[in-house]
């Protein structure tokens, strides 16, 4: 609620008042000296290079992570990149596990390619990343949770192994929150998050962090100031507004998500359900000793596939159909369909996505009425005659 603020603002506003100048104008060429050899502190010149709404949702974020430094930007994609890009350099490595958002994958396999850097992407286990570690590795980056099958990488021995050869760890923790898991206290350098899901909260805003030691996120912060990625003080006001009530949020729908976890997997019609904290989970183990909480989102597979999973998302009546994850709404997708609607049924297997799988991002309505509704939802879609596509 309250870390990163002033007790009193010299405005007395109870909420950070919205900055929307672009310059910050300076009184007299002195001070102008004064504020460049850092005898002055006051707003950069540009909004480019800062703007004081966006600052102070930065010193919450830090709070509430327990970094030294945050630098919002303007997505999540655009935090990952812009760190990456300041992060490596050509005839440097990366190693990336497989479960990490696709377009970070892209973005790493083919854009970071074009520049000199090379790429591994490996399954998400410490012995997988540790085989693909070259002299020249630069940085290790993953997700924990990851999208959409909820792995849990075990972060101290990941953590341990990097430091010893003097490799960055970035996470992508997302999908936790740091209501859920804060990976630097466990050790680890950078952390990554799109604001636009939980932190936010309201699907709403598009932004991203990234949060750290302040001299790694000021070296970050340079790369914003040549590529231009900033966050609108408006959004970040936005965001404010939403991490008020982030932990209350993360609290009903970590306990939401996984009693519909529980009730999806003893379901006839449900094959698999992936969930962090549920016993069948692969992680569960090292996801019960790190998180705080198994998140909202929910992986599952029908057993059906691709038609009786249409079937089944058209039949619900809460969740809205539709990507991103976090907000107060429940949403559903078949990523088959959402996220890899160009590739075949073969080329998706490949990547681990079958027809039956589901996402589900737990909103915060009520859990009486959701378990209804998907139960409701998985009759009509057994009871129902498939539909021509």
Not at 195 to 202: D, E, I, R
């Amino acid at each position: 609620m309250h870390g990163g603020e002033p007790k009193i603002r010299s405005s007395r506003s109870v909420t950070v008042p919205i900055v929307l100048s672009t310059t910050y104008p300076f009184a007299d060429t002195h001070e102008l000296v004064e504020y460049f050899e850092g005898r002055l502190d006051r707003p950069p010149e540009y909004g480019r290079y800062g703007n004081p709404t966006v600052d102070e949702a930065e010193r919450k974020l830090a709070a509430i992570e327990g970094a030294q430094s945050g630098l919002l930007v303007a997505s999540g994609m655009a935090a990952i990149t812009t760190t990456l890009f300041a992060l490596v350099r050509s005839g440097q490595h990366i190693v990336m596990t497989a479960d990490v958002y696709r377009r970070t994958r892209q973005f790493a396999v083919g854009f970071l390619s074009r520049f000199g850097v090379e790429v591994d992407v490996v399954a998400p286990a410490v012995a997988a990343v540790e085989a693909a570690l070259r002299p020249e590795t630069r940085a290790i980056f993953t997700e924990s949770p990851t999208n959409p099958y909820l792995r849990v990488i075990d972060l101290e021995p990941l953590v341990q192994l990097a430091k010893s050869r003097r490799i960055k760890t970035i996470i992508d923790a997302t999908f936790a929150t740091p209501m859920n898991l804060r990976p630097l206290d466990l050790g680890v350098d950078l952390v990554v998050h799109s604001t636009t899901k939980y932190l936010a909260g309201h699907n709403d805003v598009l932004g991203g962090v990234v949060l750290g030691k302040t001299p790694l996120v000021d070296a970050i912060r340079e790369q914003v100031g040549v590529l231009g990625p900033v966050l609108d003080p408006h959004n970040a006001y936005l965001l404010l507004r939403g991490l008020k009530t982030l932990a209350l949020r993360i609290e009903r729908q970590n306990a939401t998500a996984l009693r519909l976890a529980r009730t999806l997997e003893a379901h006839p019609a449900v094959g698999r359900v992936w969930y962090p904290l549920l016993e069948s989970h692969p992680d569960a183990v090292h996801a019960t000793r790190l998180l705080r909480g198994g998140g909202g989102v929910v992986s599952f597979e029908l057993r059906d596939g691709l038609e009786f999973g249409s079937r089944f998302v058209d039949a619900l009546e809460i969740p809205k159909l539709g990507p991103s994850l976090g907000g107060t709404e429940t949403l559903i997708e078949q990523p088959a369909l959402m996220s890899f609607y160009e590739l075949t049924p073969e080329e998706r297997l490949k990547v681990g996505i079958s027809g039956g799988l589901i996402r589900l991002s737990v909103g915060i309505e009520d859990a009486d009425d959701l378990e209804a509704d998907l139960l409701r939802g998985l009759a009509v879609a057994a009871e129902s005659r498939p539909t021509e596509r």
